[in-house]
């Protein structure tokens, strides 16, 4: 048959021959089918690939053969679960998931197969046994899931020879791991699985051009003063939260828990009086709990703070953020060859300048270097309101600090900063919501990306060690008398000090994991007598 010459007969000639070359360049492998799946459109869909040698799951999803051109297509017989039989095979399974009750879910996968498990196209888990009969067990982050709700799921693996496998989850309230029934499963259209994203590296973020509006704390609560109850660094701790907000992480294949989740009879008591306290709010607003009794309630674009003391709410005498056009100053420090991760900051900070809308952004560099290459390179790449200031000696982060400080606008708030720093689209909104004036500033904990740290698979920690990153305003800065401190001439200790400096002047201290703020890995060569930040 002829096929016309088209533009859709032209693509259509370009698959066919590209699936042809694929499939007679590709190692040819005899595929034994397994047994346990069949034609049955009440069970789960199954797509599968046989006689390609395909044991790789990223080769698999780099095929031009998938995900729409299987081998074949089946139904799981036992939903989320493989048991011994066939050769050489990679699957696709894919399914609808809807839970019966809301709340913190755990996911597990049992087996000895390369499998990978996305929700609603995030990775959630991931196995790549080494070795012959190896078994292994690998537990997911926590993830939240709404009763009523509907969820994607999808099993990828690939079979080398009688390889097994089974997907278990940790339901809200339960003691074990169970297998997932089949009253939550639904047979899913494989057309609605998104695409492939990680779970910490979310896909479409909006832009955060118009700022989040703040309300007042309703008058019919009773009014409440905060003081904090840290004496120093060592009493801040970080807020609990509801729902969970992708902070969970591994480390080298350790579960490496994120923000505390609100416990559920606090969270239903709040949510009691926020139901009479706020009408119009959403039944699931998002909460951040801080232990002093502070609590910020989010319902999209709009906020509140509000306090909680002794399970009442309360409205925190002068407890909201600036108001007109708000000047945010990023101030970093710099010693030594660093063009390349001076040049992406900047790039960065371009980048939050034109979504900034209501806020003004612009930067300070200190420059503790000999030459003029920071200079050249700022110039070079004309991102307007960034200044480099130069400062003869040796590297002293504290002094940069400070001279960043003096040198900013009046009621500037300052977000004191250091390289290799990625910054979520929203870390502007953030910063200001929780940095009020007179009364707190916000040191958010981000995560130190190990060597081995991918973007569909974050591995590392969360460094709640120091205080590298610290928003605050100028003016609390220098009534703290963070200005006047101690030379260092070295990288580290100075957050501490600073921070304690502010304690002792009244302002209370947010502490947080930030979902999608990380610090690149990088070799360290400090010395002895420095702090290692988290290490020690």
């Known amino acids: 048959m002829q096929i016309p010459r088209t533009q859709s007969g032209i693509r259509l000639l370009v698959l066919i021959t590209s699936l042809s070359t694929v499939l007679e360049s590709a190692p040819q492998c005899r595929s034994k089918s397994p ?117 994607t799921v999808e099993v990828v693996g690939c079979v080398q020879e009688n390889d097994v496998f089974k997907l278990t989850w940790l339901v809200p309230g339960s003691n074990g791991y169970t297998q997932i029934p089949e009253s939550v499963l639904s047979p899913a259209n494989p057309a609605d699985i998104p695409s492939q994203t990680s779970l910490h590296h979310p896909t479409g973020i909006k832009s955060h051009k118009k700022r989040v509006r703040f309300q007042s704390a309703p008058t019919s609560l009773p009014e409440c003063e905060f003081k904090s109850t840290a004496q120093d660094t060592s009493d801040i701790e970080v807020a609990q939260v509801h729902p969970l907000d992708g902070t969970d992480v591994r480390n080298n294949g350790r579960l490496v828990m994120g923000n505390p989740i609100i416990s559920e009879d606090v969270l239903d008591n709040i949510k009691s009086q926020l139901s009479t306290a706020l009408p119009h709010l959403s039944p699931s607003p998002t909460l951040s709990l801080y232990p002093d009794g502070h609590l910020l309630v989010s319902d999209g674009a709009i906020a509140s703070w509000l306090g909680y003391q002794g399970s009442t709410l309360c409205a925190p005498n002068g407890w909201s953020p600036g108001t007109g056009r708000q000047e945010i100053v990023f101030v970093v420090g710099v010693k030594g060859s660093l063009e390349v991760k001076v040049e992406q900051l900047i790039r960065n900070v371009g980048r939050l300048q034109k979504e900034a809308g209501e806020f003004t952004v612009s930067m300070v560099i200190v420059d503790f270097n000999s030459d003029n290459s920071i200079s050249h390179l700022v110039e070079e790449m004309a991102v307007p309101r960034v200044r480099v200031m130069k400062v003869p000696g040796r590297f002293d982060r504290g002094l940069a600090m400070s001279i960043g400080a003096v040198n900013s606008p009046t009621s500037s708030l300052l977000f004191l900063m250091d390289l290799d720093i990625q910054m979520p689209r929203d870390i502007i909104q953030t910063v200001w919501s929780h940095t009020i004036r007179g009364h707190s500033a916000f040191a958010p904990s981000t995560l130190r990306l190990s060597p081995t740290s991918t973007p569909t698979s974050l591995d590392g920690y969360w460094d709640l060690g120091g205080f590298g990153l610290l928003s605050v305003y100028r003016s609390d800065f220098i009534r703290a008398g963070a200005v006047n401190r101690t030379p260092t001439y070295r990288w580290g200790g100075e957050d501490f000090e600073i921070v304690q400096k502010l304690i002792e002047s009244g302002l209370v201290i947010l502490r947080q994991r930030l979902p999608y703020l990380h610090h690149s890995h990088h070799v360290t060569n400090y010395g002895n007598d420095l702090w290692l930040s988290g290490r020690l």
């Open 35 to 151: 047994v346990f799946f069949r034609r049955d459109a009440r069970l789960l869909p199954t797509d599968i690939w046989t006689n390609v040698c395909l044991s790789d799951i990223a080769d698999l999803r780099r095929s031009p053969l998938f995900p729409n051109h299987p081998t074949d297509n089946r139904h799981a017989v036992e939903g989320f679960s493989l048991r011994p039989g066939g050769t050489n095979y990679c699957l696709r399974i894919t399914a609808y998931l809807s839970p019966l009750i809301s709340g913190a879910y755990m996911f597990a996968v049992y087996g000895s197969i390369q499998a990978q498990v996305q929700l609603e196209g995030r990775t959630i888990l991931e196995m790549n046994p080494v070795g012959g009969d190896q078994f292994v067990r690998q537990s997911s982050f926590r993830v939240a899931l709404e009763r009523g709700d509907r969820y």
